[in-house]
T-cell receptor, first 117, second 115 residues
Framework: GENVEQHPSTLSVQEGDSAVIKCTYS??????FPWYKQELGKRPQLIID?????GEKKDQRIAVTLNKTAKHFSLHITETQPEDSAVYFC????????????????FGTGTQLKVEL | DSGVTQTPKHLITATGQRVTLRCSPR?????VYWYQQSLDQGLQFLIQ???????AKGNILERFSAQQFPDLHSELNLSSLELGDSALYFC??????????????FGEGSRLTVL
């Protein structure tokens, strides 16, 4: 099955700096790559996603890049703010595929981002 | 609000007991997924249902079982509970099938504490 690795496990940045979180996946059939932000005790919330037919996607201060050949994707947060502090999870799935557990998300192990004043 | 409803929000029970967690998916979603998140851990996939049928199984213990009913709500049954079963249990839903875009919508979770 799919295996998603995520690095780093913890990341501390100064307010205003950029943060980058990297993930690799193993199943070349995966075609959907979301990023979730989770605050302590709360549900994971989707912040951005990318599909395999796109190399980069941006939404204000957040961007995601995908390299299908290398099977890795990254989250970039610019101009970080204290409210960006949370755990971030990357994930992968085979969206739209019925068999073999398609659509289920396999998550990375998470990155604890701390934005310091 | 994701539209996914989970009950109960909190549950405290003793070792050896059995509990049932309930999930109502978003209106129109056919797929339901259960994930377990232990303290400071990631999201571990347990099981997926699509339109009443089991579609995929992850690292789900034999003491755990689930089902999806004709009205599409799902229940996760945890029996012979152990201390290590204490965790946040999330339910998520999606459209499912070939029309699925991939996005999962998560409920607020059920926090289970086993004493």
């Amino acid at each position: 099955g799919e295996n998603v690795e995520q690095h780093p496990s913890t990341l501390s940045v100064q307010e205003g700096d950029s943060a980058v979180i990297k993930c690799t996946y193993s199943d070349s059939a995966s075609n959907y790559f979301p990023w979730y932000k989770q605050e302590l005790g709360k549900r994971p919330q989707l912040i951005i996603d990318i599909r395999s037919n796109v190399g980069e996607k941006k939404d204000q201060r957040i961007a995601v890049t995908l390299n299908k050949t290398a099977k890795h994707f990254s989250l970039h947060i610019t101009e970080t703010q204290p409210e960006d502090s949370a755990v971030y999870f990357c994930a992968a799935s085979k969206g739209g595929i019925l068999t073999g557990g398609g659509n289920k998300l396999t998550f990375g192990t998470g990155t604890q981002l701390k934005v310091e004043l | 609000d994701s539209g996914v409803t989970q009950t109960p929000k909190h549950l405290i029970t003793a070792t050896g007991q059995r509990v049932t967690l309930r999930c109502s998916p978003r209106s129109g979603d056919l797929s339901v997924y259960w994930y377990q998140q232990s303290l400071d851990q990631g999201l571990q996939f347990l099981i997926q249902y699509y339109n009443g049928e089991e579609r995929a199984k992850g690292n789900i213990l034999e003491r755990f079982s689930a089902q999806q009913f004709p009205d599409l709500h799902s229940e996760l049954n945890l029996s012979s509970l152990e201390l290590g079963d204490s965790a946040l249990y999330f339910c998520a839903s999606s459209v499912g099938g070939q029309g699925n875009t991939g996005e999962l919508f998560f409920g607020e979770g059920s926090r289970l504490t086993v004493l």
